[in-house]
């Protein structure tokens, strides 16, 4: 459950660079390292930025996560503000030490028998 929590709130971020249409790299949650064919055209690149046709391009697939995980206690009902109190306080009672109750006869030994009368009266429940 906890995993299902993170991967629905957590912004996934995806960039791929692909070169002469060949995936280059491929980088989760930051930019994709380029291939290196633009690094000494700085003047080419603002007339590329205009002109799309360049050998390089870039794609990035953007799953935003939920911001608005606030629990309200006033949408229970009341049978399910009845469960929660009830299997709280058994939880909270579960793990709780009990009291001992006093056994007066544990100290002192069984009597010893000398004869086992149900089979000397031959005596059998069936």
Known sequence: MAFFMLVSTVSWTVEKHFCFGSL????FFHEA???GMDLGLVEEEVSSKNNSNTCC???TILVEGQDD?????DDLSFGQQLFLVAFTS???NLFQLREQHYV???D???PILVRDIHILD???LI
Do not use: R
């Open 24 to 27: 280059v790299d491929i980088a």
């Open 108 to 110: 002192y030994p069984p």
């Open 57 to 59: 391009s870039d794609e």
């Open 90 to 92: 058994y939880y909270i």
């Open 122 to 124: 031959q005596v059998f």
């Open 69 to 73: 995980l606030s629990i309200s206690y």
């Open 33 to 35: 390292e380029t291939c």
């Open 104 to 106: 007066p006869h544990a």
